[in-house]
């Protein structure tokens, strides 16, 4: 069981001046996906009322590091800090993007990637044609990791948990609570995701209340999960130690209770779930 704390503490931001690699694009040089075969796992019980969580296994990514994705496209960073970019997430689908040699985690926030480097400045991704540059925003220095969602939501080494309200670069930091063991945040609109340094996958309201388990539904060779993201409440992107990548959708499955269970913006009737 997490314990909840909320504490408060500041963060500052230095501005500094670090540049986050080699903005050269080299094509085609995709990840290690040479393994495995896509396949539905079933359906999981979300330890939530009203939902359905189906796993899917996605892909393979032997070399990645850390996932983000977005509405249309999934992010991975590689062990050797490469960034490629996929539309399915699925074997042989995905192309080299940049280079960003200091980067240790990415995120997709607000529909724009973001970069924490090694040396905890977070940098904005402009994708342009013929180049890739990244644009300074802050140094978040006590962060550990950053999550996507509609913000960036970043995990200090404290275990606290913060929101970035930028762009613009500069903007402030809002502290949202505590999580003791939390590794990963995710915070797409009307859904928490936590991941915790054991892999354990947990869902919060705002504030981080009612927290409840994901059931795994993975099987032992896949590992646990290493990373998470989300870029809407009824879908959550998983990559497990074993580097498998997973595809995650919520289905509203109580359709009288008043409730979007699923938190895809549709209620009951309303949600094709229900038809
Ligand atoms: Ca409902
Ligand atoms: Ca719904």
Known sequence: ?????????????????????????VEGEPLDDS??????????????????????????????????????????????????????G???TWTLEDHPAQARDIAVAGGLLYALNDNKTLWLHRDVPTRNTWIY????????????GGSVAAVNLDD???????PPAGSPWINVG???GVKEVSMPRGRYWLLTDSGEIYSANEGLSDLR???PSLPVAAGVPMDISAARA??????????ELYKVTFTETNCSNFLDDDRDLATDALDDDCR
């Open 160 to 166: 606290s948990i913060w929101v970035w309200s930028g």
């Open 178 to 180: 505590e999580l003791p």
């Open 90 to 92: 699925q074997n042989g």
């Open 137 to 148: 925003q802050d140094t978040p220095f006590a962060a550990k990791t950053i999550g996507s």
């Open 35 to 88: 393994l495995g075969e896509e396949g539905d796992l079933g359906s999981a019980r979300l330890a939530l009322t009203g939902v359905t969580a189906t796993w899917t296994r996605v892909g393979r990514l032997d070399n990645a590091l850390k996932i983000a994705a977005a509405h249309n496209v999934i992010f991975a960073l590689s062990t050797s800090f490469k960034l490629y970019r996929s539309l399915s």
């Open 213 to 215: 388990q994901l059931t």
């Open 1 to 25: 069981m997490i314990r909840r704390l909320v504490i408060a503490c500041s963060t500052s931001m230095a501005l500094l001046s670090a540049c986050l690699g080699g903005c050269v694009v």
């Open 234 to 243: 009824d879908e959550l992107w998983v990559l497990t130690t074993a580097k």
